[in-house]
């Protein structure tokens, strides 16, 4: 998706292990998103930035830590990988809400 | 508790007849809601959007109802296409908390 990029697009874990996902966005948005999608849940909000310097806990924050690096960077970080971390990952940056295309995470 | 509630997981409906897909939400904070699409592989894409102070808003095929009192949104497609089959997805922004719940998807199959 045009203006927002998210890296990587898949990654396997092993139980235990740390991983950032890296988001960034080129369209001077103030507000940013991590979301997870898993099946029959939609997206379920992880942490949103409202604007640089801020960050807030969404509905489901447990075993994950956000960074808003600056305006254009929004990462993800998984600290003790678990198997219920399995999932597909979206950014999205505001408004409306812009996607990137997912990082597919797979944790055994 | 889930604030936003898509009780369709799917629907199927032929070419060229309306598709209604239906969404119901519990948060009276919520003040702009939004239709997505997605298909498998991407992101979500923006469809259409309508504030609490309307109650229709129409893009194209695409409208989007609001009753406020009844706490129910729709979209209607209007002709369906082949090209519509997708996974769609309504959100709700309560912008004083900048934060957008999302549905769990109704998954549209329109059949040539």
């Known amino acids: 998706n045009a203006g927002v990029t998210q890296t990587p697009k898949f990654q396997v874990l092993k139980t235990g292990q740390s991983m950032t996902l890296q988001c960034a966005q080129d369209?001077?948005?103030?507000?940013m998103y991590w979301y997870r999608q898993d099946p029959g849940m939609g997206l379920r909000l992880i942490y949103y930035?409202?604007?640089?310097?801020?960050?807030d806990k969404g509905e489901v924050p447990n075993g994950y830590n956000v960074s808003r690096l600056n305006k254009r960077e929004f990462s993800l970080r998984l600290e003790s990988a678990a198997p219920s971390q399995t999932s597909v990952y979206f950014c999205?940056?505001?408004?409306?809400?812009?996607f990137g295309d997912g990082t597919r995470l797979s944790i055994l | 508790d889930q604030q936003v509630k898509q009780n369709s997981p799917s629907l199927s409906v032929q070419e060229g007849r309306i598709s209604i897909l239906n969404c119901d939400y519990t948060?009276?904070?919520?003040?702009?809601f939004l239709w997505y699409k997605k298909y498998p592989a991407e992101g979500p894409t923006f469809l259409i959007s309508?504030?609490?102070?309307?109650d229709k808003n129409e893009d194209g095929r695409f409208t989007v109802f609001l009753n406020k009192s009844a706490k129910h949104l729709s979209l209607h497609i209007v002709p369906s296409q082949p090209g519509d089959s997708a996974v769609y997805f309504c959100?709700?922004?309560?912008?004083?908390?900048?934060?957008?719940?999302f549905g769990t998807g109704t998954r549209l199959k329109v059949l040539a």
């Open positions: 999205a940056t505001n408004q409306p809400q812009h």
């Open positions: 369209m001077n948005h103030n507000s």
């Open positions: 930035s409202a604007s640089e310097g801020t960050t």
């Open positions: 948060n009276s904070m919520f003040d702009y």
């Open positions: 309508i504030s609490s102070i309307k």
């Open positions: 959100a709700a922004l309560d912008s004083g908390t900048y934060k957008y719940i």
